[in-house]
């Protein structure tokens, strides 16, 4: 399985044998728990999920746990009434109100206060939550999937997670495999990313030669998917004309030769980054936004990473 915009693509049989599990996780209206490292697909899958079921009809929210401070998570997922907190002027629904029949993604779930675990667990149990400020009680429609990249059994041993909420969210589970474990994806992703995003960027003609797609096929991607396609936009960036060549792909090829024992010149994690950061920044003309995107970091962290270099 390999997650792009509103589709897959599923070429290597590993990917495949996940479709066809997401295929009948479609049907019932069970909670479901998605794991998988970072940029693997499990936002997608969980889109293809609901896409493919009976409530394809209704809302797909989504909240993501990790960004939004607890009382905003709440605030987000129940909704308030007027006068609930400061800054409350008006009656606002949340996305279990908003869902109706649809489907609820809880994206990093295991960035949740103890508090917030607490009562989202009651509202699994009883299936009825109440608006912040608020006394009357709503029935709770919506089917709720749950994304991690985090190990939650050890979480739950760790004591950061609650073991209860752990039993009411894995009643289904399924993993979504990260890209190195199905490497017969890469080449069509990258053919996937490279007609997606060349007309971006003025490049509707760009084109993959063998050297690198072979290069593609050797590295580890330790991003995953997101770092495939950042990856390729990068190198539609800065690739001299429309045929994208290996030395297009510069930290690529020489991380994908050292793990495969070749010889070649070797720099530091730093250096590649260093250079990576500086030809993004030039290229964008230090639009910050614009390179963060490309780097798939964020602006703060591009700005830190920019002053560390000296990149000024």
């Known amino acids: 399985m390999s997650a792009t915009d509103g589709m897959?693509?599923?070429?290597?049989?590993?990917?495949?044998?996940?479709?066809?599990?997401?295929?009948?996780?479609?049907?019932?209206?069970?909670t479901l728990l998605i794991t998988g490292e970072s940029g693997s697909g499990k936002d997608q899958l969980a889109r293809w999920i609901h896409q493919a079921g009976p409530r394809r009809d209704s809302p797909l929210l989504k909240i993501d746990?990790?960004?939004l401070p607890s009382e905003l998570v709440e605030s987000e997922l129940f909704g308030h009434e007027r006068g609930a907190f400061t800054g409350a002027v008006a009656q606002k629904p949340g996305r279990l109100e908003l869902a109706g029949?649809?489907?609820?993604?809880?994206?990093?779930?295991a960035a949740l206060a103890p508090g917030m675990q607490a009562k989202l667990l009651r509202v699994l149990e009883e299936k009825r939550f109440e608006r912040l400020g608020g006394t009357v009680a709503l029935?709770?429609?919506?089917?709720?999937?749950?994304?991690t990249n985090a190990d939650l059994s050890g979480a739950v041993a760790a004591g950061r997670f609650r073991e209860?909420?752990?039993f009411r969210l894995n009643v289904l589970t399924v993993e979504v495999p990260p890209l190195r474990k199905r490497r017969g994806d890469i080449a069509p992703l990258a053919e996937h990313f490279l007609a997606r995003l060349g007309p971006v960027h003025g490049r509707?003609?760009?084109?993959?030669?063998?050297?690198?797609?072979?290069?593609?096929e050797a590295?580890?991607?330790?991003?995953?998917?997101?770092?495939?396609?950042?990856?390729?936009?990068?190198?539609?960036?800065?690739?001299?004309?429309?045929?994208?060549?290996?030395?297009?792909?510069?930290?690529?090829?020489?991380a994908a030769s050292a793990g495969a024992?070749?010889?070649?010149?070797?720099r530091s994690l730093e250096d590649v980054e260093k250079e990576t950061i500086r030809a993004t920044l030039e290229a964008t003309r230090y639009k910050i936004a614009q390179a963060a995107a490309i780097l798939g970091i964020s602006r703060k962290t591009l700005l830190d990473k920019r002053k560390k270099y000296g990149l000024l």
């Open 204 to 216: 509707a003609d760009a084109s993959l030669d063998p050297s690198s797609l072979r290069v593609l």
């Open 65 to 67: 746990c990790a960004s």
């Open 164 to 166: 209860d909420l752990f």
């Open 261 to 266: 024992g070749i010889a070649g010149p070797l």
């Open 8 to 30: 897959w693509v599923a070429v290597d049989p590993v990917s495949r044998q996940l479709m066809e599990i997401a295929a009948k996780l479609a049907e019932p209206s069970t």
């Open 101 to 109: 029949e649809g489907t609820i993604v809880l994206d990093e779930v």
């Open 219 to 254: 590295y580890e991607w330790p991003g995953n998917v997101r770092e495939l396609k950042n990856a390729m936009e990068r190198a539609l960036i800065f690739a001299k004309d429309s045929v994208l060549r290996a030395e297009d792909f510069p930290a690529i090829r020489t």
């Open 139 to 147: 029935r709770m429609e919506a089917r709720l999937m749950a994304l």
